[in-house]
């Protein structure tokens, strides 16, 4: 096999695919990209076990073939010749790159041990089509309240709903849950999945547009194409858990507040306990203000803020980061906090656009907060 191919094409594509291999495995062909030079062009595809991505570039082929290398290091060593056009050559033991004036050669594993991972059949799938805008702001609210443990895998991922044309995100960790929602342009009926945490990340880092994006879901694969680049994703089974089951219907205390407000009244109480196990901070919320605390062997804070308080007074501690990261991904100034007591779970969203919720566990402190 030989082709020329343009360096930054290849790196680009290169560093795509390669977050696919797999990483401290006892199967070495999973770390590899595997490269076939066909026609006019390069596919380049990866896949660890959980998750495929494949490429498409264009290339000057010069001689039909295909050859595995290690995903990682292929990718670092072409990102680094870049600025050159890179002639690649290969033999049954590996390949030779060459670069300017320079040649460097790099073991190759056979692309016939390349494990098979059909995406065909999409047709006959159900799918679901949403601006891809749309899709990377949905993603991006949700994702980081993936669990990232073990002990539940199925929370290792997101539910994925399509109802009523909206597309509607579920992730949670145990200790907090978000759930947001975007509008569905087209699509085959009603889909219901659960999809790795780690495979929205990787489509919403190549969504860099407002174009129509078109979703394909069966029971066990999701499979989504942008800009000439495949994603084709295992799914999770299981039964997820309902949101309805533990979203309060009621309230007995709301708070609205400014946001950046509190983020910053609450991260700069953080700072004094940074590195304790449970990060928390806790919230006196009286007489139209908010107390914010925090104590640990470095000291403690005690930081004021304006709210507008309708309900009863309420004390109640919690994660400090839990509280930031919901703040964080809401985007009005005016944000609603609503509260049943300091044990139940509570509510962050926007004041006015209701599209994203998130639910927070308290903590139960040695001294319990007074309500």
Same mark, same amino acid.
């Given at each position: 096999?030989?082709?020329?191919?343009?360096?930054?094409?290849?790196?680009?594509?290169?560093?795509?695919?390669?977050?696919?291999?797999? *990483?401290? %495995?006892?199967?070495?062909? &999973?770390?590899?990209?595997?490269?076939?030079?066909?026609?006019?062009? &390069?596919?380049?595809?990866?896949?660890?076990?959980?998750?495929?991505?494949?490429?498409?570039?264009?290339?000057?082929?010069?001689?039909?073939?295909?050859?595995?290398?290690?995903?990682? @290091?292929? /990718?670092?060593? *072409?990102?680094?010749?870049?600025?050159?056009? *890179? +002639?690649?050559?290969?033999?049954?033991?590996?390949?030779?790159?060459?670069?300017?004036?320079?040649?460097?050669?790099?073991?190759?594993?056979?692309?016939? =041990?390349?494990?098979?991972?059909?995406?065909?059949?999409?047709?006959?799938?159900?799918?679901?089509? %949403?601006?891809?805008?749309?899709?990377?702001?949905?993603?991006?609210?949700?994702?980081?309240?993936? #669990?990232? =443990?073990?002990?539940?895998?199925?929370?290792?991922?997101?539910?994925?709903?399509?109802?009523?044309?909206?597309?509607?995100? @579920?992730?949670?960790?145990?200790? $907090?849950?978000?759930?947001?929602?975007?509008? +569905?342009?087209?699509?085959?009926?009603?889909?219901?999945?659960?999809?790795? #945490?780690?495979?929205?990340t990787e489509i919403s880092r190549m969504l860099d547009g407002d174009n129509t994006l078109k979703i394909y879901a069966s029971k066990n694969l999701l499979s989504v194409e942008v800009q000439n680049t495949i994603i084709t994703s295992r799914l999770y089974a299981g039964e997820f858990v309902r949101?309805?089951?533990?979203?309060?219907?009621?309230? @007995?205390?709301? +708070?609205? +507040?400014? $946001?950046?407000?509190?983020?910053?009244?609450?991260?700069?109480?953080?700072?004094?306990?940074?590195?304790?196990?449970?990060?928390?901070?806790?919230?006196?919320?009286?007489?139209?203000?908010?107390?914010?605390?925090?104590?640990? =062997?470095?000291?403690?804070?005690?930081?004021?803020?304006?709210?507008?308080?309708?309900?009863?007074?309420? $004390?109640? /501690?919690?994660? /400090?980061?839990?509280? @930031?990261?919901?703040?964080?991904? &809401?985007?009005?100034?005016?944000?609603?906090?609503?509260?049943?007591?300091?044990?139940?779970?509570?509510?962050?969203?926007?004041?006015?656009?209701?599209?994203?919720?998130?639910?927070?566990?308290?903590? $139960?402190?040695?001294?319990?907060?007074?309500?």
């Amino acid at each position: 096999m030989k082709f020329v191919c343009d360096g930054t094409v290849l790196s680009d594509a290169a560093a795509t695919v390669s977050k696919a291999c797999a *990483v401290k %495995t006892i199967t070495p062909i &999973l770390e590899c990209i595997k490269i076939q030079a066909k026609n006019d062009g &390069l596919t380049l595809k990866a896949y660890d076990g959980e998750i495929s991505i494949e490429k498409k570039i264009v290339a000057e082929v010069l001689e039909e073939g295909e050859f595995c290398v290690n995903g990682k @290091t292929f /990718a670092d060593f *072409v990102g680094k010749i870049s600025a050159f056009e *890179v +002639v690649i050559d290969s033999d049954d033991k590996g390949i030779t790159l060459k670069y300017g004036d320079s040649e460097s050669y790099m073991q190759a594993l056979s692309a016939s =041990d390349f494990p098979q991972f059909s995406t065909s059949g999409q047709d006959e799938q159900n799918y679901f089509e %949403t601006k891809e805008s749309d899709l990377k702001k949905l993603i991006s609210k949700v994702v980081f309240c993936c #669990a990232t =443990d073990e002990s539940r895998p199925i929370l290792k991922g997101c539910l994925l709903e399509t109802v009523d044309n909206k597309l509607t995100a @579920t992730a949670l960790d145990g200790f $907090r849950m978000a759930c947001s929602y975007c509008d +569905v342009m087209d699509g085959s009926g009603e889909i219901k999945i659960v999809c790795p #945490a780690r495979t929205l990340t990787e489509i919403s880092r190549m969504l860099d547009g407002d174009n129509t994006l078109k979703i394909y879901a069966s029971k066990n694969l999701l499979s989504v194409e942008v800009q000439n680049t495949i994603i084709t994703s295992r799914l999770y089974a299981g039964e997820f858990v309902r949101k309805e089951n533990i979203y309060p219907v009621d309230f @007995t205390t709301k +708070v609205n +507040v400014k $946001r950046s407000e509190m983020i910053d009244s609450i991260e700069r109480a953080s700072v004094l306990i940074r590195g304790d196990k449970n990060n928390l901070v806790i919230l006196d919320i009286k007489n139209g203000k908010i107390v914010i605390n925090a104590n640990s =062997d470095m000291g403690k804070v005690e930081e004021i803020m304006s709210a507008d308080l309708n309900g009863k007074e309420l $004390r109640i /501690a919690m994660n /400090a980061k839990y509280l @930031t990261d919901a703040l964080k991904a &809401l985007e009005e100034e005016d944000v609603e906090l609503s509260f049943n007591s300091n044990v139940s779970p509570f509510t962050v969203e926007n004041e006015s656009d209701k599209s994203c919720q998130y639910l927070v566990l308290p903590v $139960r402190t040695s001294a319990p907060a007074q309500e």
